[in-house]
């Protein structure tokens, strides 16, 4: 019975995880235009994606106007997968750098404009990882394949720890850069506006001496 009760709590665990990981969405693209999709991917993770374009016309083959240019790059530009004039295709590579990771979905321009239904589904992490092909390649039995994606998904959180607490430090001494720049600014500026009033008082009181006002 607890035996039973942890294989379920392991199951919750690792589906409530998973559904984190991986993004899978259906969206419209107008012909012309251009949908970017992020996602923050930690360096060294695995991540795989796949997309195709719905026949609108369901048993019929898919009209020549509905092509899709595809492109993924990394936060400093690197590209990591290029398709162009695709009807489907799919990605996967290891992040080598940290930070937000781009796919970009254009729609060749068409006269009159048509609207493109796209599936797009992006894996990172253990999401990535084909289970099933480990439980064939491995011959393990169903709970021995649980523990190891609990496993997984636990070293997968702890590195995912770890990497939030980075991007906090990050943040905090940007925080604290921004706020020493304000700092300063505001001294300049006070310093400014002391002078300009100076200068003020000096050519008053310069004007009223000529006038022998005062």
């Known amino acids: 019975m607890a035996i039973h009760r942890f294989t379920v709590a392991s199951f919750v665990l690792i589906l409530g995880f998973l559904s984190n990981a991986a993004q899978s969405l259906r969206f419209d693209l107008q012909s012309g235009h251009t949908k970017c999709i992020t996602e923050d991917i930690k360096s060294n993770s695995m991540t795989v994606g796949k997309y195709s374009i719905v026949n609108p016309t369901e048993g019929h083959p898919l009209p020549d106007s509905h092509k899709l240019t595809v492109r993924v790059t990394s936060t400093y530009g690197t590209s990591y997968h290029y398709s162009d004039h695709v009807e489907s295709g799919q990605f996967a590579f290891q992040a080598v750098e940290a930070g937000d990771y781009m796919a970009c979905f254009w729609a060749a321009d068409h006269k009159p404009q048509i609207t493109v239904t796209v599936d797009f589904e992006w894996r990172t992490g253990v999401a990535a990882k084909d289970w099933t092909n480990v439980a064939k390649k491995d011959s393990v039995e169903a709970m021995e394949l649980e523990l190891k994606k609990l496993y997984e998904t636990v070293t997968s959180i702890h590195d995912e720890m770890f990497y939030l607490?980075?991007?906090?430090?990050?943040?905090?001494?940007?925080?604290?850069?921004?706020?020493?720049?304000?700092?300063?600014?505001?001294?300049?500026?006070?310093?400014?506006?002391?002078?300009?009033?100076?200068?003020?008082l000096w050519h008053l009181k310069t004007f009223f001496e000529k006038k022998k006002l005062i």
Not at 168 to 191: H, V
């Open 165 to 200: 607490r980075e991007r906090e430090e990050e943040m905090q001494e940007l925080n604290k850069t921004t706020n020493s720049r304000m700092a300063w600014l505001s001294f300049l500026s006070l310093l400014v506006c002391l002078s300009v009033a100076g200068l003020q």
